[in-house]
């Protein structure tokens, strides 16, 4: 460790103390203290999130401009696409942006210590400058790749990268006028080099307006054509059609499901779907009919959680079907979904999952947390309502945790009666060792494409017993309400299904 001067802490501790900080917080620092200049500085160059195009002209200009490169401290590296909007499908036409290319691909053979990068129009930059896809497959310590707009070329160079990251995330895009179909993709991803040592996988696809999905009949797609990545744990999809993931990713633990194409459903998954060899134990769907792709041949997964976009049986929307595969035959421990206001009593006549936690949470079932997101777009005091229409369906005698995340958008900005709300809970449902009210938001961005959107708000949370034959509820740190929550969710809890010989130190 090299000693600290006279006058303050050592370079090494200021380096220490910076990389826990933020980048902005560590270039103040840099301005005003000449001992922590140094590593303050090291901490700001080590990361550039770039969300314009001027900003990605001064980094490259910047990062490579003195002998020893500042690219060298560079370790994270997302450009978002909004920065080279200006050259989408156009690269090897305009000369700013061919020579934009070029200085990128300096730029990544500069920074040969980068362990996380996104980058978006991957294939139009790789098709400008070769150079590109030359220095990104060099590097060696990437931890987190994610590219957008991949299609051959880019995955051409992905079976060639010197790193073994852990999360790979692809946006796969073919073009209007290629013949490339899903099927194909199916063989690429299945022998992709790429996902060699991965753990966390993320697929994309984007406008397959050219061969499209195919049924395995019409692909010619054979499983023993197909590779196998065993170390990817969680696989995360947008978009995809039928295609045989749990063959693909046979050690699959998570699997997350969005805006999936309507051959997913409408696909006989007798062949392809999960098997009991695959240890899944946590999905997340946008409705139910996502989640043929797990009734098989072989039976279907006891899951430990779900995560349903629209509540169980209930259609996506009016003019469709109910879908005849159901959320409780996977027999989750956890189950959470959202309740919009048209979905409500008294706003609509299509069935309110008239009893269907009686037997995902009676006595042979196994649901044990429910987690239900309420719409308030309305009057400040329907939470109490909300609660009234839950009661009938959460009223089963082995639910021991309920959460209430209100989704507050009234014209107020408010809800009243949430004591009222607690209180009925309380009372009405004796099976309840833990209750969780919560007051705010789901960020708009979140509703529309995460995976699991963020609840941005306050919450509380109760213990509840009975004592002389009254049920009563007392309040406990938010903390110790997670550790509950985490409890619930856990592969311990599962194993017995009960709270006995739980202890929770809520101080």
Same mark, same amino acid.
């Given at each position: 460790?090299?000693?600290?001067?006279?006058?303050?802490?050592?370079?090494?501790?200021?380096?220490?103390?910076?990389?826990?900080?933020?980048?902005?917080?560590?270039?103040?620092?840099?301005?005003?203290?000449?001992?922590?200049?140094?590593?303050?500085?090291?901490?700001?160059?080590?990361?550039?999130?770039?969300?314009?195009?001027?900003?990605?002209?001064?980094?490259?200009?910047?990062?490579?401009?003195?002998?020893?490169?500042?690219?060298?401290?560079?370790?994270?590296?997302?450009?978002?696409?909004?920065?080279?909007?200006?050259?989408?499908?156009?690269?090897?036409?305009?000369?700013?942006?061919?020579?934009?290319?070029?200085?990128?691909?300096?730029?990544?053979?500069?920074?040969?210590?980068?362990?996380?990068?996104?980058?978006?129009?991957?294939?139009?930059?790789?098709?400008?400058?070769?150079?590109?896809?030359?220095?990104?497959?060099?590097?060696?310590?990437?931890?987190?790749?994610?590219?957008?707009?991949?299609?051959?070329?880019?995955?051409?160079?992905?079976?060639?990268?010197?790193?073994?990251?852990?999360?790979?995330?692809?946006?796969?895009?073919?073009?209007?006028?290629?013949?490339?179909?899903?099927?194909?993709?199916?063989?690429?991803?299945?022998?992709?080099?790429?996902?060699?040592?991965?753990?966390?996988?993320?697929?994309?696809?984007?406008?397959?307006?050219?061969?499209?999905?195919?049924?395995?009949?019409?692909?010619?797609?054979?499983?023993?054509?197909?590779?196998?990545?065993?170390?990817?744990?969680?696989?995360?999809?947008?978009?995809?059609?039928?295609?045989?993931?749990?063959?693909?990713?046979?050690?699959?633990?998570?699997?997350?499901?969005?805006?999936?194409?309507?051959?997913?459903?409408?696909?006989?998954?007798?062949?392809?779907?999960?098997?009991?060899?695959?240890?899944?134990?946590?999905?997340?769907?946008?409705?139910?009919?996502?989640?043929?792709?797990?009734?098989?041949?072989?039976?279907?997964?006891?899951?430990?959680?779900?995560?349903?976009?629209?509540?169980?049986?209930?259609?996506?929307?009016?003019?469709?079907?109910?879908?005849?595969?159901?959320?409780?035959?996977?027999?989750?421990?956890?189950?959470?979904?959202?309740?919009?206001?048209?979905?409500?009593?008294?706003?609509?006549?299509?069935?309110?999952?008239?009893?269907?936690?009686?037997?995902?949470?009676?006595?042979?079932?196994?649901?044990?947390?429910?987690?239900?997101?309420?719409?308030?777009?309305?009057? !400040?005091?329907?939470?109490? &309502?909300?609660? +009234? #229409?839950? *009661?009938? %369906?959460?009223?089963?005698?082995?639910?021991?945790? $309920? @959460?209430?995340?209100?989704?507050?958008?009234?014209?107020?900005?408010?809800?009243?009666?949430?004591?009222?709300?607690?209180?009925?809970?309380?009372?009405?449902?004796?099976?309840?060792?833990?209750?969780?009210?919560?007051?705010?938001?789901?960020?708009?961005?979140?509703?529309?494409?995460?995976?699991?959107?963020?609840?941005?708000?306050?919450?509380?949370?109760?213990?509840?017993? !009975?004592?002389?034959?009254? &049920?009563?509820? +007392? #309040?406990? *740190?938010? %903390?110790?309400?997670?550790?509950?929550?985490?409890? $619930? @969710?856990?592969?311990?809890?599962?194993?017995?299904?009960?709270?006995?010989?739980?202890?929770?130190?809520?101080?």
């Amino acid at each position: 460790m090299q000693p600290a001067g006279h006058h303050g802490l050592s370079d090494d501790i200021w380096s220490i103390i910076l990389t826990l900080t933020d980048p902005s917080d560590a270039r103040s620092v840099s301005l005003v203290s000449r001992n922590s200049h140094p590593a303050a500085r090291r901490v700001v160059l080590s990361r550039a999130d770039i969300s314009e195009q001027g900003q990605l002209e001064h980094a490259l200009a910047f990062m490579v401009k003195e002998p020893h490169h500042r690219a060298c401290w560079l370790r994270e590296l997302h450009i978002n696409e909004n920065a080279l909007d200006g050259f989408e499908d156009s690269w090897d036409t305009i000369t700013e942006g061919s020579s934009l290319a070029a200085r990128f691909a300096d730029l990544l053979g500069a920074a040969q210590n980068i362990t996380s990068i996104a980058l978006p129009y991957v294939e139009s930059m790789l098709e400008a400058e070769p150079r590109a896809g030359t220095a990104l497959a060099s590097l060696t310590r990437l931890q987190v790749v994610k590219l957008s707009d991949v299609f051959t070329q880019s995955l051409d160079m992905a079976n060639t990268m010197a790193s073994s990251p852990t999360d790979v995330a692809l946006a796969l895009y073919v073009p209007c006028d290629s013949e490339y179909s899903a099927s194909e993709f199916s063989v690429v991803l299945s022998q992709l080099a790429l996902f060699r040592k991965t753990s966390v996988v993320e697929i994309q696809f984007c406008e397959l307006s050219g061969g499209g999905y195919e049924y395995p009949s019409e692909s010619g797609v054979e499983l023993r054509r197909l590779g196998q990545h065993p170390t990817v744990r969680e696989l995360r999809l947008r978009g995809s059609g039928a295609v045989p993931w749990f063959h693909i990713f046979p050690n699959m633990e998570m699997l997350r499901m969005r805006w999936m194409d309507d051959s997913h459903a409408e696909f006989d998954w007798q062949e392809w779907a999960w098997t009991d060899s695959v240890p899944l134990v946590d999905v997340t769907a946008d409705d139910e009919s996502q989640l043929v792709c797990l009734a098989g041949t072989h039976g279907r997964p006891k899951l430990r959680q779900l995560h349903l976009r629209v509540a169980p049986s209930l259609s996506p929307d009016p003019y469709r079907e109910i879908p005849t595969f159901k959320a409780d035959s996977l027999r989750p421990v956890c189950l959470t979904f959202p309740l919009a206001e048209w979905q409500a009593p008294w706003n609509t006549d299509l069935p309110h999952w008239n009893g269907r936690l009686e037997d995902p949470a009676g006595p042979e079932g196994r649901l044990r947390y429910l987690q239900v997101a309420a719409m308030c777009n309305s009057d !400040e005091d329907i939470p109490v &309502r909300w609660v +009234e #229409s839950l *009661l009938p %369906a959460v009223r089963v005698p082995q639910l021991v945790c $309920l @959460r209430v995340n209100f989704h507050v958008a009234t014209p107020s900005g408010k809800v009243t009666r949430l004591d009222e709300a607690r209180q009925m809970l309380v009372e009405q449902l004796p099976s309840l060792r833990y209750l969780c009210i919560a007051e705010g938001q789901f960020p708009q961005e979140d509703l529309i494409s995460a995976f699991h959107p963020r609840f941005v708000g306050e919450c509380a949370w109760w213990r509840l017993h !009975e004592v002389a034959g009254e &049920r009563r509820s +007392e #309040s406990i *740190l938010c %903390a110790a309400g997670e550790r509950v929550e985490r409890y $619930l @969710r856990s592969a311990e809890f599962e194993e017995t299904l009960s709270l006995d010989g739980f202890v929770l130190n809520d101080r």
